[in-house]
């Protein structure tokens, strides 16, 4: 069961008018914001001491004063700026999140892949070959062309296993991929040849 807070339970009594709720709010917020405001108040405080006082040029370290001159006077001009520089931030945030995960489910394949597999440099040669023969088989840049050559890959290597012996599975896969190339040069899925 949820317990009412000390303050709502003090209005409920009767002894706390709720105009003190507000005040006590007030308070709260002013605890929890206080201290960042002061310190960057005094950090900007002594930035102005420290260019005024040393005598710094402003094309070196311009004055807070300055600086928000600047953007006020210039907001016309900088506005178009600050969108493109979020804009860049959000994109390059996108790609560190994809590099991540990308990285993180490689780590993950390759611990995967060690109790099966020697640990050495090469350990993921032919899966990587693989990759790309599937990538070339179904068109450069085509999704669903290279999921499709994956799984005719798949079954061609099975059966080549199968029918001509355990060592010849990858040499299927690149039988029909230099077949493939010699007979349709942009891929299964490519438009036609110019």
Do not use: C, H, K
């Amino acid at each position: 069961m949820n317990r009412p807070s000390s303050t709502t339970a003090l209005v409920l009594a009767g002894r706390l008018e709720p105009r003190t709720i507000e005040s006590l709010d007030a308070r709260r917020l002013l605890r929890r914001f206080a201290p960042p405001l002061v310190f960057a108040l005094l950090v900007l405080g002594a930035w102005q001491l420290y260019v005024v006082l040393a005598a710094v040029s402003e094309s070196v370290l311009p004055s807070p004063v300055e600086v928000a001159r600047a953007l006020i006077n210039d907001r016309g001009t900088l506005a178009p700026s600050a969108w493109t520089t979020l804009s860049e931030i959000l994109i390059g945030y996108g790609v560190a999140i994809v590099v991540g995960v990308a990285l993180a489910l490689a780590g993950a394949a390759g611990s995967l892949l060690m109790p099966f597999y020697p640990a050495y440099p090469l350990v993921g040669q032919v899966f990587v070959l693989m990759a790309f023969v599937a990538v070339v088989l179904g068109t450069l840049g085509n999704i669903i062309g290279a999921l499709i050559a994956s799984l005719m890959m798949g079954v061609a290597e099975s059966l080549g296993i199968q029918f001509v012996g355990a060592d010849s599975g990858l040499i299927v896969v690149f039988a029909m991929l230099l077949l493939t190339l010699a007979v349709r040069p942009s891929g299964l899925f490519g438009g036609r040849n110019r």
